[in-house]
């Protein structure tokens, strides 16, 4: 049982480069290990601040966007709208100035037509006329032939103007 039982001469000088050790690592390992660790934990601290500010103004940034988007859509909304209106706008005004122009154009068709229709019976009349003169002057040729014929015409003239 020696082997498992430690003597107390091990035991004292375990204890005693322990202490030498534990003094050594107090003096010359513990304040690098310390301020490292401290250095490690600023710049985790650092990058979770950095983390956190980044996400924040993301988040932000996210919120812009949306806000962009929302007055984009409500510009084009509006811009839609307003080309609209002036298609619509612009779709009466034609139909106005084709009904006024279609109206136009009857009535100067009708001015046409009935302007032609007074010229046609104007000449028609003056045909008539012209007819008429020449049949009355042959028929006055042949009645107006022998001279007691001519005669009788101008007492029965003569008579009528006196009446009037």
Do not use: C, Y
Not at 99 to 117: F, L, Q
Not at 148 to 156: G, I
């Amino acid at each position: 049982m020696e082997l498992v039982t430690p003597q107390l001469g091990l035991i004292f000088w375990q204890l005693v480069f322990f202490g030498i050790l534990l003094f050594l690592l107090a003096k010359l390992a513990w304040k690098p290990i310390l301020s490292s660790l401290s250095e490690r934990e600023h710049q985790i601290q650092s990058a979770l601040d950095l983390a956190e500010k980044t996400r924040a103004d993301m988040a932000k940034l996210q919120a812009d966007n949306q806000q962009l988007l929302a007055e984009a859509r409500s510009e084009r909304d509006s811009i839609l709208k307003a080309a609209k209106e002036s298609a619509d706008r612009i779709i009466a005004e034609s139909k106005d100035k084709a009904t006024v122009e279609g109206k136009r154009i009857i009535e100067d068709a009708r001015e046409t037509i009935s302007n032609e229709r007074a010229a046609l019976v104007a000449q028609m009349k003056k045909e008539v006329v012209t007819i008429s003169l020449e049949i009355a002057e042959k028929v006055l040729r042949k009645e107006l032939s022998d001279k007691s014929a001519q005669e009788r015409l101008v007492a029965d003239l003569a008579k009528e103007a006196r009446l009037n």
